[in-house]
């Protein structure tokens, strides 16, 4: 269907959806969209198009899909100013980490700040560092990954996955210490290639002395120039206030703000297992060619252990993918392993997700 939006009025599409410009002028977190140019929207998304000048758009919505018009802007003026500070700073890389709950724009945030540093920028690299292992925009969930651009996106999901850390688990409540050595180990590889600026993307959890405890090590470790907090009420107040200096600032969330279910979360993180597992087939891989983690972490039986998420590695830090446990031949020592990946494996990492056949979860 064709959809008429006035000046200074924004379409809310919730996906998964598909549009494209037919004529005017628009953009979506801060990325301006040319006639005729079509434009994704992921089932689990909202993405919001601001009409700049009278604006037509043919508009496809999916199952379960939504669209509605609402006056002005929907990304927050506050949204500017962090993107003013770090132009502002004269260094390389700026290091920017942004905090918030579940559900305040993260990766929307994210996705408006690229943009707008990159706004007549040429040759200007932005890394983005995902650290959101259940809600992941870059790689397969349970896993940090990096990705560095020159390019504006319209989501954080359409930017090449460079390089990931398979961490085994959909939340770092449970393993801490190991969420962070993977952030700061591929903080380190970015910091390598010598981007402009790193975004780093954070997960939802802030409430409670371990939380607190984690966010706090992240920044300590990662050390960020810029801090950007989230929040609806005061939820970062007490993480916020260990840290002051003039880096740190709070915006407000979009008003376009869009409240996932546990089970649409769940549905998002299937569908990356789904992506990173496209056209897998079963391969058989002799224990003794392998290194495996954890250390005797390899199941006596299958029957209890059907379907674990695994991690899959080259050489060094080269991560080749994710697979699933699909049979173990304890006589042979040799594991069947369902994955996509083409190359050898060196390391084989064990994590704690398991799937079904289906590719969707059953225990996390």
């Keep these: ?47 919001p198009f601001y009409a700049i000048e009278p604006l037509v758009l043919n508009v496809l919505l999916g199952a379960s899909a939504a669209a509605s018009e609402v006056e002005g802007n929907t990304i927050p003026e506050s949204w500017n100013n962090p993107v003013q500070m770090v132009r502002g700073l004269q260094k390389k890389p700026i290091i920017v980490m942004v905090l918030g709950a579940s559900d305040v724009g993260k990766s929307s945030f994210c996705t408006y700040m690229l943009n707008k540093l990159l706004e007549g920028k040429e040759n200007h690299n932005i890394a983005i560092l995902d650290g959101d292992l259940g809600q992941s925009d870059i790689g397969p969930s349970a896993t940090v990954s990096y990705s560095i651009t020159n390019k504006p996106v319209t989501e954080l999901g359409n930017l090449r996955f460079q390089n990931g850390f398979f961490v085994g688990v959909t939340s770092p409540v449970i393993t801490v210490s190991k969420t962070v050595q993977a952030l700061t180990c591929m903080m380190s590889e970015i910091n390598q290639k010598q981007p402009d600026c790193i975004l780093i993307n954070t997960d939802g959890f802030i409430s409670g002395d371990t939380a607190l405890n984690y966010k706090l090590t992240l920044i300590k470790e990662l050390k960020p120039d810029v801090v950007v907090g989230i929040q609806t009420k005061n939820e970062l107040e007490t993480i916020m206030s260990y840290l002051g200096g003039g880096g740190v600032i709070t915006v407000e969330p979009s008003s376009a703000l869009s409240m996932r279910s546990l089970e649409k979360r769940k549905i998002i993180r299937e569908r990356t297992y789904a992506k990173y597992l496209k056209r897998s087939k079963l391969q058989c891989i002799p224990l003794s060619q392998i290194t495996v983690e954890p250390r005797n972490g390899v199941p006596k039986t299958i029957e209890s252990n059907k379907g674990i998420l695994v991690g899959l590695y080259g050489f060094g830090t080269k991560f080749l993918g994710i697979g699933v446990l699909r049979a173990i031949n304890i006589s042979r020592r040799t594991l069947k392993i369902q994955t996509a990946v083409s190359t050898k494996p060196v390391r084989l990492v064990f994590g704690k997700v398991v799937l079904d056949r289906k590719l969707q979860e059953i225990q996390a």
């Design 1 to 47: 269907m064709q959809q008429a939006v006035k000046t200074n009025k924004t379409l809310l599409v919730d996906g998964p959806a598909s549009l494209q410009i037919i004529s005017g002028r628009a953009e979506t977190f801060g990325k301006s969209l040319k006639e005729n140019q079509r434009v994704i929207v992921r089932e689990g998304k909202r993405k």
